[in-house]
Each structure stands twice: as C-alpha cells, then as structure tokens.
C-alpha cells in the first residue's frame, strides 16, 4: 500500500515509526512531517489543509490511504472531499466526515448528541451573546468551579475553569464578545467533573470497533500539576484504574452508544475516536470527543500496539475491523515531553539539539524539530517525546528520564513527575 500521513507532530512521527513496520506499506509519505518522520518514510513539502495539492499528489503517487493526523482537515472536511472526487474516491481515508468531525469541532453538538444517546457527561447549557442573561442564571444553579468552553476548536485553549462565580460571568461576557475569536460566539458551560482523568482510544470502521491501550495525559506545564495548560507533558500506558471493569462500562455505555449514534445520524466514520473521561470513583464519563489520536499519548499508546497498524486502518476503511487482530503489549510505555523555555507561552525557536543518537534505550520522537545547515533545530514548544517501554511504569519513567539527561538545547524543561500519580495511585 502507498501511505500518506498528514501532520508534523510528535503523534505524527509515533504513527509513521508503527506504519512502516506494516508488512502491508510498499511506501510511506508525510506531510509536511517533520526530521523524525523523515527517518521512517518520505516527506512531502504539502500543508495539511491543501487539499489540491494533496489530490495532486495521491494522484500522481497513487496514494491507496490517507491517514489523517490532526483534527483541522477533518473539520474541514477532507474525507468529504475525497469521497466526492472521481480521481480520489477510492483512497482510503482514515478520518471522520465532516459531520463526524463536529464531535470535535463543536461542543455544542457533542453534548447534544451526547445527550441524545444517553451518553454519561457533566449536566451542560449552550448560550450565545444573545441570551447572555440565561447563561449568568444557569452558573447561579451550578456550584464552583465552573466549566466554560468555546464551542468551536481554539487551539486547545477554549476551556476556562473559573472558581468563583463573579470571575465565571466575567468569562463568559468575555468568551462571547470574541475572546476566541467565532470559536466563543457558542458557549458551554457545564458542570464540573469530579475525579480521574483518563485518555481512551477507539478505532472504528463504523460498525464495529477495537480498544486500543488506554494512556494519561499530563496537560499542566509544571510539576505537580502547576502552570499553564499544555498540550500534554508527557503520558503514561497502561493506566491502572481502567481495569477490564472499568474498560467495559466504557465501551457498553459510551464507545458502543457513540457508535450507534453516527449510525443512527447517518454520519459516516472510519478513524481514529479519542475519548477524554473522568473516572469517578470508578463511573466513566465523557469530558470531551477528539476525531484524532492525542498528542503525547500516541507516543505512549503505538510503542504498546501489538498489531499491524495498517491492517488495522484497511479493516476500518473497508469495514472489515471486526475481522482484524488487535492486541496490547503486557510491557509499560511513558513518554516524556522536553519542551522549549516558555512553553507554552512565547519561546524561541532555532536552538541546536544535540545528544540524541546517544539516546540507545528509548525512542525519541520528533515533535517540533527542523533541519537547517545539517543540523537539528527546535523548531516548536514542545520539541521531543522521549518513550521508553519496560515490565513496570517504574521502569520505563528511569529510562525516559536516562534518555533525557543525554539530550540538550538551550533552554529545555521537561516534567520531572510524570507517572508519579501513576506510581503512588497503585501503592
Ligand atoms: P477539553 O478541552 O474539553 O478536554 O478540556 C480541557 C481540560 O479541562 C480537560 O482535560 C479537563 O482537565 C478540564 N475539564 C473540561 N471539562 C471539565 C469538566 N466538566 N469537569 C472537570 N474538568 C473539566
Ligand atoms: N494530549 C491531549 C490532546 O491531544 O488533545
């Protein structure tokens, strides 16, 4: 098969490591991809949103797959157009419609549909500027902290959790007069979710679906989950409160009704679901929907994929998953995020990396890298995902963190707690 992988990120590279171990890829592309995609595969100078030069290009490589990394494509309707080109329909494309993708690209959409399938979530109400009013007397109703999410996608910051009331209403006047730009002009405020967080991930054909390992993500920027919110620091598989009691009241009151639902509404999906819940005192419930993989946790979750990815990804193209093999590595996987100076604020960029090929018992994957004059550069805020996998969490984290201590640029920071709940939660 001729593989093409859009995106540049870390996740991108885990995916492209675990595609060209495929007995089935004959050649793999990225693009645009980055220095550590460019090791396992070819990449392709093309943004991600280009659509005529993506068709240009699976046209005269005669592309079979698109594997679609990030959500922006998808929202913007990639697979849609794909399916309604002559030239193109009959790639494979490993991403939501559309439709699928307003899961993602609107909150308020995915709690409805949540809603309407009895899908486990924080009670919510969705206002606009116009009833602005409304919105100040649901937050009286609810007790703090109060949850307030722009609708539309905000580079990951469209999430605000104030812990009085007065800064709630202050929030939501600000969200809805553009402090994120269209994305604010739908609010959500929800109710506030007490518990565990966990990442779970699903891959679907539509009809049937496989559990992949399930990771935890660490969002805040400091130790100790201090600092701004992230992208995520680093992540942890397995996680050992989604035990097979847990992963089962997942799947039969959340996966199987998510899937029933875009069946029932008609929307086509063929990818990748990433489920954000909190585990309450063991109960699951759904904090958000991602039509993607998550970013650091892929890098954490393929290392333990004993499987053939592509097939995978063919059996959820041509509805035939449920015919596919899909196990899990018993060995831990932990990545850990080295990150630029100021991240994820301002930092700068351009900074010589140097020490990985010393790196021997760990995986580093490229997150925000370039090449320039031959030589490694940070080119992002975070910059490598360092994942190593042995019999024990504990283990694995001593290994990352050996990893790490090889690895330099000016100014680099990483997490030096990542997995500690992990360790602590299971004594
Ligand atoms: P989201 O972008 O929806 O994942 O939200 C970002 C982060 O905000 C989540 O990872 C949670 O840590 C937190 N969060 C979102 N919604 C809730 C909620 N209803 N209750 C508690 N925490 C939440
Ligand atoms: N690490 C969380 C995300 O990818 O959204």
Not at 87 to 93: C, E, F, P
Not at 124 to 149: D, M, Q, R, W
Not at 363 to 372: K, L, P, Q, S, Y
């Amino acid at each position: 098969m001729n593989v093409l992988l859009l995106g540049s990120g870390g996740r991108e590279h885990a995916f492209a490591w675990k595609i060209a171990k495929s007995k089935k890829l004959k050649s793999l592309y990225i693009a645009p991809g980055n220095p550590g995609t460019a090791s396992v595969g070819k990449n392709v100078n093309i943004g991600i949103n280009d659509f005529e030069e993506i068709k240009k290009f699976c046209i005269a490589k005669e592309i079979n797959m698109l594997v679609v990394g990030p959500e922006e494509p998808l929202v913007n309707g990639i697979y849609d157009f794909f399916a309604a080109d002559d030239q193109l329909k009959n790639i494979a494309v490993i991403g939501a419609s559309k439709a699928g993708a307003m899961l993602e690209g609107s909150k308020d959409f995915a709690k409805k549909f949540m809603q309407k399938y009895n899908i486990p979530t924080a009670r919510h109400k969705t206002f606009t500027v116009e009833n602005i009013n409304s919105g100040f007397e649901f937050l009286e109703t609810l007790n703090a902290p109060y949850v307030l999410k722009a609708d539309g996608l905000a580079a990951g910051k469209g999430v605000v959790i104030c812990e009085n009331i007065n800064e709630a209403k202050t929030v939501l006047a600000e969200m809805l007069n553009g402090k994120f730009g269209t994305a604010s002009r739908k609010v959500v405020i929800e109710e506030f979710l007490k518990g565990i967080e966990v990442s779970m991930f699903v891959i679907t054909d539509g009809i049937s679906y496989k559990l992949l390992p399930e990771a935890k993500d660490y969002k805040r920027a400091g130790d100790g989950d201090k600092g701004a919110n992230t992208g995520g620091m680093g992540a942890v598989s397995p996680v050992y409160f989604a035990d097979s009691a847990f992963r089962q009241k997942v799947c039969s009151r959340i996966i199987e009704p998510t899937i029933a639902g875009l069946q029932a509404e008609k929307i086509d999906y063929q990818g990748f679901i990433f489920l954000g819940l909190m585990n309450d005192c063991g109960e699951p419930y759904v904090i958000e929907y991602n039509v993607r993989m998550g970013d650091p946790e892929t890098e954490a979750v393929l290392p333990r994929l004993n499987a053939d990815l592509l097939d995978l990804l063919e059996g959820a193209a041509t509805k035939t998953l449920s015919s596919k093999k899909c196990a899990t590595y018993a060995q831990a996987a932990v990545t850990v995020i080295c990150a630029s100076g100021g991240y994820p604020d301002s930092y700068e960029k351009g900074m010589e990396i140097s020490g990985i090929e010393t790196v021997d018992e760990s995986i580093v994957f490229h997150a925000g890298t370039t090449v320039c004059n031959n030589r490694l550069q940070t080119s992002g805020g975070r910059v490598l995902a360092v994942t190593s996998l042995d019999d024990t969490v504990e283990n694995a984290l001593k290994k990352s963190y050996a990893g790490i201590a090889k690895i330099e640029f000016r100014d680099m920071y990483f997490r030096k707690d990542i997995g500690q709940d992990i360790l602590n939660g299971k004594k």
